[in-house]
């Protein structure tokens, strides 16, 4: 319970703490990163590798399981759990106080929903960026080249400096906005 002054309100769906925003939301991510991961894994390589031979979906991930075992349809799930649940909590919590702003500033409009959205995900996307940047590299690779998330972190800084994680982004950006 919550207490304001003399009156004692409940935690309902209509007056979620900011922590519970941000854990729905986090959970959300986690679940669902989670079941599409092998998928995400095929798109990604049918997005990088080319030949005629590489079409179908179901000969990407029997080659993969064949060459690389059956874990490799999770590579680079790590750092995209950490994206996903990351993403999903920022963009939850700062769509709930934008939101809250907005309608203290404005009153509420028929923007308001689009605007508070745009910029909760705006938030997210680039507190979250460099995670999506390392779990597409390691999707990629079929010879590791970095051994996990550490490693890569650490690649990015000492090839690139702190900018590195942040190749691509303004197109992210822009599908975002």
Known sequence: RRVHG?????????????ASTFVCGAVAGFVARNVVA???LLKIRSQVVTGPHLA???ELMKRAV??????????GNWPAILLNTGFS???????????????QTYGPSMFDEFCCGAGAAAVATVGTYPLDLIRTRLATQTVR?????????????ARDGFVGFYAGQRCDMISVL
């Open 145 to 157: 080249i970095d051994h996990g998330l550490r490693n890569s972190f650490k690649h990015i800084i």
């Open 89 to 103: 909590g920022i963009s939850f919590y700062c769509h709930d106080k934008f939101l809250e702003i907005w309608k």
């Open 56 to 58: 179908r979906s179901f």
């Open 66 to 75: 064949k060459n690389e075992g059956y874990l490799s349809l999770w590579k």
């Open 6 to 18: 003399e009156k004692h309100t409940r935690m309902t769906a209509q007056n979620p703490t900011t």
């Open 38 to 40: 092998p998928l995400d």
